[in-house]
């Protein structure tokens, strides 16, 4: 019932989103209210980000089943991630200085979503000689004010929680903790697990020149290091797996580890993850729909990511087993550390102790593949010989 009143009360302010066109036109109106405000001179990598985002809203507002509740958040994400670019723009023209430090061995998280990327990401970034991008710092990437731009983003998150009380069931997003780096990018598939878009979305994403994303990145990481002691970052996200290339143009020296999982267990468990996505943004729900847009989506991302592997260097990449990694930590957390090149001490040991008896950790989101219409014989075909790789894995 509350939800169905806050999209009654949020609809009167959402109409735009009933015509892809008017919607387009509106985020474009938008974009230039934020530059006249700025006081910023665009560049070509500017407008193609707020292209990217406004042509997932065009994708969005074709959703019949999108609520104004859904629309509100996927709107002020968008406006958000632009805002923020354009603040690590203005940082960088004024302070030069800014730029000139190299973002130096990063390690990139990569995988299946499901995998136990999460938790390898905490254990990584919690190392003191290492430092993982909080969201805070992600959607309010500045030099100063910190204690402002963190008060803002819990602010911003309690507001979702009340309006969206099962949002934090689904992702548990916390202001003072390391995020997804797509936090900052304007090409993602994550959108695809809150509606379902028209086609075009992923045809625009696999013709996109994803460089300029990454550069981004590496902007941001460089505004977020300034003036700090220099610490290794350790970065995550899924989608990364599809541009291991441009993440090597942009950062040479960066180290992957990919995180493997069977994906007869991984594709219901974020098949999962993404109904209740759904449930979050949209009227109506199909289970066996959401199967079908993310079998051959995983898959892809997966055979995309085996097949740039064979061009990185011996050594760039860690693998890492879902089941013992989960399963025995204390005695593969360590090997990850040597993988990457970092030492265990004590001082790790303490911190993987206190990270695997928080209460919030690994929240199941478990379901069956015949939920989402599909079955092992399809899961198999899918993903070729990878199932076979990963029960090969050692670590």
Not at 254 to 259: K, L, M, N, S
Request: hydrophobic share 45%.
């Amino acid at each position: 019932m509350r939800r169905m009143v806050l999209n009654a009360a949020l609809g009167r302010t959402s109409r735009a989103r009933r015509d892809p066109a008017e919607a387009l036109a509106a985020w474009r109106e938008r974009i230039r209210a934020t530059l006249d405000a700025a006081d910023i001179e665009p560049d070509a990598g500017d407008w193609a980000f707020a292209e990217d985002l406004g042509f997932l809203l065009q994708c969005l507002a074709t959703v019949p089943e999108l609520t104004p509740l859904g629309w509100t958040i996927q709107l002020r994400s968008a406006q958000q991630k632009f805002e923020n670019r354009l603040r690590v723009k203005w940082i960088h023209a004024r302070n030069p200085l800014v730029g000139e430090a190299p973002v130096e061995r990063p390690v990139f998280i990569v995988g299946l979503p499901r995998s136990a990327a999460a938790l390898a990401h905490r254990v990584l970034a919690a190392s003191p000689g290492h430092r993982g991008p909080t969201l805070w710092e992600l959607q309010r990437t500045g030099l100063d004010d910190a204690g402002r731009s963190r008060a803002a983003v819990e602010r911003q998150l309690a507001a979702l929680r009340r309006l969206a009380p099962d949002y934090d069931a689904v992702r548990p997003l916390r202001a003072d903790r390391p995020e997804e780096s797509a936090e900052v990018m304007s090409r993602t598939l994550a959108p695809l697990a809150c509606a379902p878009l028209p086609d075009e979305y992923r045809f625009r994403l696999d013709r996109a020149d994803a460089a300029g994303d990454y550069e981004h990145l590496k902007q941001v990481l460089q505004v977020l290091q300034y003036g700090e002691r220099p610490r290794r970052w350790i970065l995550r996200s899924p989608w990364d797996l599809a541009h291991l290339d441009v993440v090597r143009q942009v950062f040479p020296d960066a180290v992957f580890v990919w995180t493997h999982r069977d994906p007869v267990f991984a594709v219901p468990s974020f098949c999962a993850v993404a109904e209740r996505l759904t449930a979050l943004h949209c009227k109506d729900i199909d289970p066996v729909e959401i199967g079908s847009v993310w079998l051959p989506a995983l898959a892809d991302l997966v055979e995309r990511g085996r097949k740039l592997r064979r061009a990185l260097p011996e050594g760039a990449v860690a693998d890492v087993n879902h089941h013992r990694f989960t399963g025995y930590p204390h005695e593969f957390v360590p090997l990850l550390f040597e993988r990457v090149g970092a030492e265990w001490t004590a001082s790790d040991r303490n911190g993987l102790n206190t990270i695997l008896d928080d209460p919030a950790r690994g929240r199941a989101h478990s379901s069956t593949l015949e939920r989402y219409g599909l079955d092992k014989a399809a899961v198999a075909a899918a993903f070729g010989d990878y199932r076979q790789e990963v029960a090969d894995l050692r670590g």
